[in-house]
């Protein structure tokens, strides 16, 4: 729980089953990649559900999962039947200094669902940190975000201004705006409802700026992503696949993208970087708990 309000959900009989919408979404993206394993990395780890999901719907995928808790990641292991090591690896740390040990180019997806309290910390936000994930990435590989915030969605916005910048200063993108996307309640753009969103990026398949000699070699069955071909947020799969939720979802691309982020400012790494405690954003609206309007319980 947070603030009252239930923060997690894990159903120990059924690894399949997802109840907050959040996670719904970002399922629906992990299920519109090319069939296969998959390499994950989750920061902001909690009790692993979305990797037991990974696991569960593809086998044989590897896993990192991260949280800050070293005391809940112990208690994780125990309590709940995960998948060992190398399937799912748990690591007690922050999650933006894990990720920089993470080699260029090794992993498929990259999930945020890190908060402090309710909210994000900053330092987990900023260009700094999606070049990062982006870095880690393979060519195609997509970058999720659980975002939350209220009504005018300022920091949302922030955010999705802030992967556009991201992936250009990466790779210099003119059509950067393409590879990024929001998921949403329509109701939520409209400012009818808050909650959390969905930030979805996708490092270009032609970008190998970073791909060299520190790229992991592919030599397990994890290896879908290399030869099939390339997911693209404008797969009308995907788009059905939110229609079809228990609580429909659409998806912001393209254009949609760049009318809505607006005159939104990048987030910035602030120097010296905030620390992870109490990086919250100057000014930025307050961010409701990731999970307010999930259906789930605890």
Same mark, same amino acid.
């Given at each position: 729980?947070?603030?009252?309000?239930?923060?997690?959900?894990?159903?120990?009989?059924?690894?399949?089953?997802?109840?907050?919408? /959040?996670?719904?979404?970002?399922?629906?993206?992990?299920?519109?990649?090319?069939?296969?394993?998959?390499?994950?990395?989750?920061?902001?780890?909690?009790?692993?559900?979305?990797?037991? /999901?990974?696991?569960?719907? #593809?086998?044989?995928?590897?896993?990192?999962?991260?949280?800050?808790?070293?005391?809940?990641?112990?208690?994780? =292991?125990?309590?709940?039947?995960?998948?060992?090591?190398?399937?799912?690896?748990? #690591?007690?740390?922050?999650?933006?200094?894990?990720?920089?040990?993470?080699?260029?180019?090794?992993?498929?997806?990259?999930?945020?669902?890190?908060?402090?309290?309710?909210?994000?910390?900053?330092?987990?936000?900023?260009?700094?940190?999606?070049?990062?994930?982006?870095?880690?990435?393979?060519?195609?590989?997509? /970058?999720?975000?659980?975002?939350?915030?209220?009504?005018?969605?300022?920091?949302?916005?922030?955010?999705?201004?802030?992967?556009?910048?991201?992936?250009?200063?990466?790779?210099?993108?003119? =059509?950067?705006?393409?590879?990024?996307?929001?998921?949403?309640?329509?109701?939520?753009?409209?400012?009818?409802?808050?909650?959390?969103?969905?930030?979805?990026?996708?490092?270009?398949?032609?970008?190998?700026?970073?791909?060299?000699?520190?790229?992991?070699?592919?030599?397990?069955?994890?290896?879908?992503?290399?030869?099939?071909?390339?997911?693209?947020?404008?797969?009308?799969?995907?788009?059905?696949?939110? #229609?079809?939720?228990?609580?429909?979802?659409?998806?912001?691309?393209?254009?949609?993208?760049?009318?809505?982020?607006?005159?939104?400012?990048?987030?910035?790494?602030?120097?010296?970087?905030?620390?992870?405690?109490?990086?919250?954003?100057?000014?930025?609206?307050?961010?409701?708990?990731?999970?307010?309007?999930?259906?789930?319980?605890?």
């Amino acid at each position: 729980m947070v603030n009252g309000v239930p923060s997690s959900h894990l159903d120990l009989a059924d690894p399949g089953l997802l109840t907050f919408e /959040y996670m719904q979404q970002m399922a629906a993206v992990l299920g519109a990649l090319p069939a296969g394993s998959l390499r994950v990395v989750h920061l902001g780890a909690a009790g692993c559900t979305l990797a037991r /999901y990974v696991e569960h719907e #593809r086998p044989d995928s590897r896993q990192i999962a991260v949280d800050l808790d070293a005391d809940l990641v112990a208690r994780v =292991r125990e309590w709940f039947a995960l998948p060992r090591a190398p399937r799912l690896r748990l #690591r007690a740390g922050d999650a933006r200094a894990e990720l920089a040990t993470l080699p260029d180019a090794s992993v498929d997806v990259v999930v945020r669902d890190v908060f402090a309290g309710d909210t994000t910390p900053a330092h987990v936000t900023t260009v700094g940190f999606v070049r990062e994930a982006l870095r880690v990435l393979r060519p195609g590989g997509v /970058y999720l975000a659980n975002c939350a915030d209220r009504p005018p969605l300022a920091l949302v916005r922030r955010e999705l201004a802030t992967a556009v910048a991201a992936l250009v200063r990466a790779s210099g993108g003119a =059509r950067a705006h393409d590879q990024v996307g929001l998921i949403a309640e329509p109701g939520q753009l409209k400012g009818r409802r808050y909650g959390n969103l969905v930030l979805v990026v996708v490092r270009p398949v032609d970008d190998t700026a970073s791909v060299g000699e520190d790229r992991v070699a592919r030599d397990d069955p994890a290896d879908a992503l290399d030869e099939a071909a390339p997911f693209g947020l404008d797969d009308p799969g995907l788009a059905r696949a939110l #229609r079809s939720l228990p609580v429909p979802a659409t998806l912001l691309t393209g254009d949609e993208v760049r009318r809505f982020t607006g005159t939104a400012v990048p987030l910035e790494d602030a120097v010296p970087l905030s620390a992870p405690d109490d990086a919250t954003h100057p000014g930025a609206p307050a961010a409701v708990p990731r999970d307010a309007v999930g259906p789930g319980t605890t």
